[in-house]
């Protein structure tokens, strides 16, 4: 088959990879904001595609057999774009979707809806290290009475005022080095997204054995699709379709 991933995960990266040893011919679309990427066996294709119909056109030109959307839990205008596409082209969707994170017994996560209550719920003086990635600071930013660390693979696109500091780094983290992080800095809060997955876990893990209090950012909502957890779950729709 001829198959196009939305990717820009490790997930999709790992798919890419299976379908391509399995004789596939795979298609993995970058949207590009990342620099030096660990790239994906088969072709690559880099940038976006202009909205939901140009993505339909690129399937029905291209003559793609299948998509499947494994870009980043909170994506969530790629994805409706890909359910949409799908429809109009006419080609058959997978929706590869990382489970969440659970929260441990006895851990301080405060459920929030969105980056704007997050902000407004932290307590005055607080020091809160936030992993939302490089952009959408500024809801964070104008709490002018709390102080911030922002961690992201990509630097932020805004210079940061003087009660925020920058750290460029790329994931998998560990516990240990999650802790020191935490305590070198003085957080007192974590702020993240649900995104799942074991690469980011272990700031969650280092938290926890802190007690510190993190607020966990809700996932979008997203229009319905065949959605699947695992690899080896999307491999089976595509050969089930």
């Not at 001829?2 to 490790?10: A, D, M, N, S, V």
């Not at 780094?169 to 516990?175: D, G, I, L, N, S």
């Given at each position: ?19 391509v040893a399995m004789g596939h011919e795979v298609t993995t679309s970058l949207a590009g904001k990342t620099v030096a990427p660990v790239l994906p066996k088969g072709s690559v294709r880099t940038g976006g595609f202009g909205g939901a119909d140009a993505l339909a056109r690129y399937l029905r030109e291209e003559k793609f057999d299948r ?175």
């Open positions: 088959m001829k198959i196009l991933i939305l990717g820009g995960t490790e997930e999709a990266r790992l798919l890419a990879d299976r379908l998509l499947v959307d494994a870009t980043h839990p909170y994506a969530a205008a790629i994805k409706a774009n890909a359910v949409r596409a799908a429809e109009a082209a006419e080609v058959k969707l997978v929706r590869l979707t990382r489970p969440e994170w659970k929260e441990p017994q006895y851990a301080f996560w405060k459920r929030v809806a969105s980056a704007e209550e997050a902000a407004e719920s932290l307590p005055k003086g607080a020091r809160a290290l936030l992993t939302l990635g490089n952009t959408g600071l500024d809801v964070f930013l104008a709490r002018t009475d709390c102080s911030f660390v922002v961690r992201s693979i990509e630097p932020p696109e805004k210079p940061l005022p003087v009660n925020a500091t920058s750290i460029v780094a790329r994931p998998p983290f560990y516990p240990q080095g999650e802790l020191a992080l935490l305590q070198e800095q003085g957080i007192t809060h974590l702020v993240c997204k649900n995104s799942g997955g074991v690469q980011t876990e272990a700031k969650l893990q280092a938290a926890h054995q802190l007690g510190l209090p993190v607020f966990m950012i809700a996932r979008p909502e997203l229009p319905p699709a065949h959605e699947v957890p695992t690899i080896g779950q999307v491999i089976a729709a595509l050969r089930l379709s």
